[in-house]
Structures are given as C-alpha cells and as structure tokens.
T-cell receptor, first 114, second 118 residues
C-alpha cells in the first residue's frame, strides 16, 4: 500500500451517465494529480492541484471536472464521456519539495465507457 | 519543457540474469529528481529507485541500481538477478525541484514492458 486510495477500482458507465472518481491520501502531501493511462500510451497528466488550488489543466475536455475540497481528497467528476475515455485513471500525490520527494500512486480506477 | 524518452518499448530477460533499461531526458533545470517506477500487471505503481541530480553517486536499492550520467542526460536502470516478480512496466520519470510556492509534477516516459522468463 502506498497510502493513496482510489475508489472505485472498476467502473462501467454509459455515455449519458454521471459518475465520480475519488482519491484520498493521508500522507500530508500538498500536491495531488490525476493521470490517464491508456493502453500502449504514456501516462497523460490531466490535472494538478497544489495546496488545493488547480495549477494545471492539460487541455482536458470539459466532460472531466476535477474537485479538490481539501488537501487530502481529490475527485474527478465524469459526465457524457466517450468510449475513447476508457482507460486507467491514476491519482497521485507528492510533497512540493523535500529530501524524500516522490509521487505516490493509487491503485487506479479502471473505467470502461459503453 | 521537460521530456523523458524510453527507447525500448519491450524487453525480456532470463530469470537470474541482468537487464538494463534505458532512459534519456531533456531539461534545462539543474536541480531535479529522477525516478524509476514499476507497475506490475493490475497492481499499484510503486517507486523502485530515486536519484537526486545534485548527487553524483549512483543510487542503489538491493538488486536495482542506476547509471546516472547528468551531462549526457541519461538515467538507466539495472536489475540484477532478475526475478519473476520483476515482470512489469517500468517508467522513468522526472520531477523538477520546485520552489516553496510552486508545484512539482512528475513527467513520465512512455514505459518499458519487461518480461522475466523462467
């Protein structure tokens, strides 16, 4: 266990559904991230929250909506997704700086859009 | 912008043998961290080894060691005495050393799929 927990582990949703992915960390980190991992493609950084403020949005479609209510929780709200959005969505957290800086990852949510 | 390149999409190694995974990166930063992450099939991505750019000594963690060549911007991972449990995707990653009020983000390479053959 890395200390970063994602729920649910698996999600199947229709294109008209609305669902949310949840990420939680109690490592005292002040930065949290959403990544998309598709088959045979590099990890794509989607969103970055630093001290609860969104500091990065890598041209992600508006059907993905992040929320960071506090430094320990991160959500990814999904609505009207497309089949090509099917992927593994990874949450990660890190400390902004420090001698042991590294990113800790959750187990991921395997999303299938039907 | 920083980029990370892994030129070997797939590799295989016999159990108990040694294998080296390549990684190159491009950055204008002087202070940064480099990582190798391991993602076993259907398992959580975990950190294998970390290197601070200001340290000249290569990092080692048990059977895992790196060859860090800062001038060449090269960061290879050597796995000695390969075990079946080493079968996984391996991602090389870069993180700049941020200031207190900025943020760091990890930039990943495309990954190398390593298969350890019994």
């Amino acid at each position: 266990e890395t200390g970063v927990t994602q729920t649910p582990r698996h999600l199947v949703m229709g294109m008209t559904n609305k669902k949310s992915l949840k990420c939680e960390q109690h490592l005292g980190h002040n930065a949290m991230y959403w990544y998309k991992q598709s088959a045979k493609k590099p990890l794509e950084l989607m969103f970055v929250y630093n001290f609860k403020e969104q500091t990065e949005n890598n041209s992600v479609p508006s059907r993905f909506s992040p929320e960071c209510p506090n430094s320990s929780h991160l959500f990814l709200h999904l609505h009207t997704l497309q089949p090509e959005d099917s992927a593994l969505y990874l949450c990660a957290s890190s400390q902004v700086m420090g001698p042991n800086t590294e990113a800790f990852f959750g187990q991921g949510t395997r999303l299938t859009v039907v | 912008a920083q980029t990370v390149t892994q030129s070997q999409p797939e590799m295989s190694v016999q159990e108990a043998e040694t294998v080296t995974l390549s990684c190159t990166y491009d950055t204008s930063e002087n202070n940064y961290y480099l990582f190798w992450y391991k993602q076993p099939p259907s398992r959580q991505m975990i950190l294998v080894i970390r290197q601070e750019a200001y340290k000249q000594q290569n990092a080692t963690e048990n059977r895992f060691s790196v060859n860090f060549q800062k001038a060449a911007k090269s960061f290879s991972l050597k796995i000695s005495d390969s075990q079946l449990g080493d079968t996984a995707m391996y991602f090389c990653a870069f993180m700049k050393h941020g200031e207190k009020t900025s943020y760091d983000k990890v930039i990943f390479g495309p990954g190398t799929s390593l298969s350890v053959i019994p």
